[in-house]
């Protein structure tokens, strides 16, 4: 190497120290910025621990438990921290997690050294203290819902709600949407898509597609509910089961346990203008005789309006099928149905077939499948008839508009059977997969039952509350309202959906003049069939 290159050398030698000191400096800040973005979320970890720990401060202060006091079994519940907790709830649990139907509710339990001790009345208890657990949620002083789980541990619950709900219900609770809110810290959002389209498609939604947290659904579809295990059992508080009829909550009870809160109860009357009909027929017989005579005497164009369609309606005629001695399932000696016996083609369900076919198109014109819902609604609003048979849904169209209207039972036939229509209960149900199930149990028991909630549903809907106690918004509705309880309710059967559309298609085919005797067999048959799945 010359004197020459010494230049050279020197400059890629610094060249070279200037590359490696380079990427000796790119190493260090590589692993100083490893170690500051460890710090970094270290950091965060431990203030969002820190954030957690004081967001759940007071929450873990409150406490339930099983055990004893003064030789009674029951449980304890416990606030330890310095404010009050709101909205309390206790589910006791039996060894294997599943509820004995004991729950209790407090609206808030205050500070205190002391716990609060809840007797558990008449549930057996095996020996020890240790045979049961207890659930517990409550909201806490900043707001938030928690739940302190059987086994002790603490989980926030989030505050938001869907509820699938038919149209005509929604217009009610969708109004107190924002009081909700304000009540209890969470968002209710509504959804009506499927919900008034037939059961069968309805599941399939709910199934397939639903993020629903609590659907509000007829008591007969309970059944089917159950047995693709879509819904969850409730458990309500004593008083909060006291407020309901007896006959509302076994409605919504399927083998002993209970899948849903009444709302609204419905049933067919016979919704009578008092201008034309001013005394109650004691007969189906007397009522025909004297609309006959109003109608030939020009003041009515029909002798009754009774809704049937062109699909047909067999909730609306039932009370005439049974009064002439028809019936599809026997009553057990519990009040249950037993459907191992189909009853349509037994000799006095065929008369009950011909009675109805006297009374169709072949026979007197008064059950015509021209004659839908708002075509009775409508003949009995302009005044043109003296009588309907109907549902509470006339309610809505009628309430406001008829002075004179009065509501009483459907008559029976002259010799007959008492009319006995079909009783329906729409509940408040849990979907059993439901992302926030344990806060609409617990906050919609308490919301949905006030009497001015009610009120507003039963204003909607046009059906009387399941409430006991709660004053009717009509005085038609007043006297609907027993009619409810003395009916009988729609079997929750599985495929009761499946047997309603053979007793539509029976309907239909009665009405518009088939013989009786082949229709009883048919239709018995295809309910038959239907049950053996």
């Given at each position: 190497?010359?004197?020459?290159?010494?230049p050279?050398?020197?400059?890629a030698f610094?060249?070279?120290?200037?590359v490696?000191?380079a990427?000796?400096?790119?190493?260090?800040?590589?692993?100083?910025?490893?170690?500051?973005?460890?710090?970094?979320?270290?950091?965060?970890a431990?203030?969002?621990?820190?954030?957690?720990?004081?967001?759940q401060?007071?929450?873990?202060l409150?406490?339930?438990?099983?055990?004893e006091?003064?030789?009674?079994?029951?449980?304890?519940v416990?606030?330890?921290?310095?404010?009050?907790?709101?909205?309390?709830?206790l589910?006791?649990?039996n060894?294997?997690?599943?509820?004995d139907?004991?729950?209790f509710?407090?609206?808030?339990?205050?500070?205190?050294?002391?716990?609060?001790?809840?007797?558990?009345?008449?549930?057996?208890?095996?020996?020890?203290?240790?045979?049961?657990?207890?659930?517990?949620?409550?909201?806490?002083?900043?707001?938030?819902?928690?739940?302190?789980n059987?086994?002790?541990?603490?989980?926030?619950?989030?505050?938001?709600?869907?509820?699938?709900?038919?149209s005509?219900?929604?217009?009610?609770?969708?109004t107190f949407?924002?009081?909700?809110?304000?009540?209890?810290?969470?968002?209710?959002?509504?959804?009506?898509?499927?919900?008034?389209?037939p059961?069968?498609?309805?599941?399939r939604?709910?199934?397939?597609?639903s993020?629903?947290?609590?659907?509000?659904?007829?008591?007969?579809?309970?059944?089917?509910?159950?047995?693709?295990?879509?819904?969850?059992?409730?458990?309500?508080?004593?008083?909060?089961?006291d407020l309901?009829?007896?006959?509302?909550?076994s409605?919504?009870?399927?083998d002993?346990?209970?899948?849903?809160?009444?709302?609204?109860?419905?049933?067919?009357?016979?919704?009578?203008?008092?201008?034309?009909?001013?005394?109650?027929?004691?007969t189906l017989?007397?009522?025909?005789?004297?609309?006959?005579?109003?109608?030939?005497?020009?003041?009515?164009?029909?002798?009754?309006?009774?809704?049937?369609?062109?699909?047909?309606?067999?909730?609306?005629i039932?009370?005439?099928?049974?009064?002439a001695?028809?019936?599809?399932?026997?009553?057990?000696?519990?009040?249950?149905w037993?459907?191992?016996?189909?009853?349509?083609?037994?000799?006095?369900s065929?008369?009950?077939?011909?009675?109805l076919?006297?009374?169709?198109?072949?026979?007197?014109g008064?059950?015509?499948?021209?004659t839908?819902?708002?075509?009775?609604f409508?003949l009995?609003l302009?005044?043109?008839?003296?009588?309907?048979?109907?549902?509470?849904d006339?309610?809505?169209?009628?309430?406001g508009?008829?002075?004179t209207?009065?509501?009483?039972?459907?008559?029976p036939?002259?010799?007959?059977?008492?009319a006995?229509g079909?009783?329906?209960?729409?509940?408040?149900?849990?979907?059993?997969?439901?992302?926030?199930?344990?806060?609409?149990?617990?906050?919609?028991?308490?919301?949905?039952?006030?009497?001015?909630?009610?009120?507003?549903?039963?204003?909607?809907?046009?059906?009387?509350?399941?409430?006991?106690?709660a004053?009717?918004?009509?005085?038609?509705l007043?006297?609907f309202?027993?009619?409810?309880?003395?009916?009988?309710?729609?079997p929750?059967l599985?495929?009761?959906?499946?047997?309603?559309?053979?007793?539509?298609?029976?309907?239909?085919?009665?009405?518009?003049?088939?013989?009786?005797?082949?229709?009883?067999?048919?239709?018995?048959?295809?309910?038959a069939?239907?049950?053996r799945?």
């Amino acid at each position: 190497m010359g004197m020459g290159d010494v230049p050279e050398w020197i400059s890629a030698f610094g060249t070279l120290f200037a590359v490696v000191f380079a990427a000796s400096a790119v190493v260090v800040n590589r692993r100083t910025y490893r170690i500051e973005s460890e710090r970094d979320r270290v950091d965060a970890a431990q203030r969002e621990k820190q954030r957690l720990l004081a967001r759940q401060h007071q929450a873990t202060l409150v406490s339930a438990w099983w055990g004893e006091r003064d030789g009674r079994p029951g449980a304890f519940v416990r606030n330890a921290s310095e404010t009050p907790v709101h909205q309390v709830y206790l589910t006791v649990l039996n060894r294997d997690d599943r509820s004995d139907g004991v729950k209790f509710h407090f609206p808030v339990v205050p500070p205190g050294e002391a716990p609060v001790f809840c007797p558990a009345g008449p549930v057996p208890v095996p020996a020890g203290t240790a045979a049961f657990r207890v659930k517990l949620c409550f909201t806490d002083a900043g707001g938030v819902r928690w739940l302190r789980n059987q086994y002790g541990r603490i989980t926030e619950l989030e505050p938001t709600l869907r509820v699938k709900c038919d149209s005509t219900r929604i217009a009610a609770l969708s109004t107190f949407k924002g009081d909700f809110n304000a009540t209890y810290g969470a968002d209710v959002t509504f959804d009506t898509s499927s919900l008034d389209a037939p059961q069968e498609l309805f599941i399939r939604d709910l199934e397939q597609n639903s993020t629903a947290d609590a659907l509000v659904c007829p008591h007969d579809w309970i059944g089917e509910l159950v047995q693709r295990d879509l819904v969850e059992s409730m458990v309500l508080a004593d008083h909060h089961r006291d407020l309901f009829h007896d006959w509302t909550l076994s409605a919504l009870t399927v083998d002993g346990e209970l899948y849903g809160m009444p709302t609204t109860v419905d049933t067919v009357a016979l919704w009578r203008n008092t201008r034309l009909a001013p005394v109650a027929p004691r007969t189906l017989d007397e009522l025909i005789e004297h609309g006959s005579a109003l109608k030939a005497g020009g003041r009515a164009d029909e002798v009754l309006a009774v809704r049937v369609g062109p699909t047909g309606d067999p909730f609306q005629i039932w009370p005439l099928f049974t009064s002439a001695g028809g019936w599809l399932f026997k009553r057990s000696p519990t009040g249950g149905w037993e459907t191992g016996v189909v009853g349509l083609d037994t000799p006095e369900s065929v008369r009950a077939f011909a009675r109805l076919r006297e009374l169709g198109e072949q026979g007197l014109g008064l059950l015509r499948r021209s004659t839908g819902r708002e075509e009775a609604f409508d003949l009995f609003l302009r005044g043109r008839t003296p009588y309907l048979i109907s549902s509470s849904d006339a309610f809505l169209h009628l309430g406001g508009r008829v002075s004179t209207l009065a509501v009483g039972p459907v008559p029976p036939f002259e010799g007959g059977r008492r009319a006995r229509g079909f009783g329906l209960v729409h509940g408040f149900v849990i979907r059993k997969n439901a992302a926030n199930k344990i806060v609409a149990q617990d906050l919609f028991a308490d919301y949905l039952t006030h009497e001015r909630v009610m009120s507003a549903l039963s204003r909607s809907s046009g059906a009387p509350t399941a409430l006991r106690d709660a004053p009717a918004i009509h005085p038609a509705l007043a006297d609907f309202s027993p009619l409810c309880g003395s009916a009988d309710p729609m079997p929750t059967l599985p495929r009761m959906g499946q047997v309603w559309r053979v007793l539509e298609r029976a309907e239909i085919a009665v009405v518009s003049g088939a013989p009786a005797d082949r229709v009883a067999r048919e239709a018995a048959a295809h309910v038959a069939e239907v049950l053996r799945g």
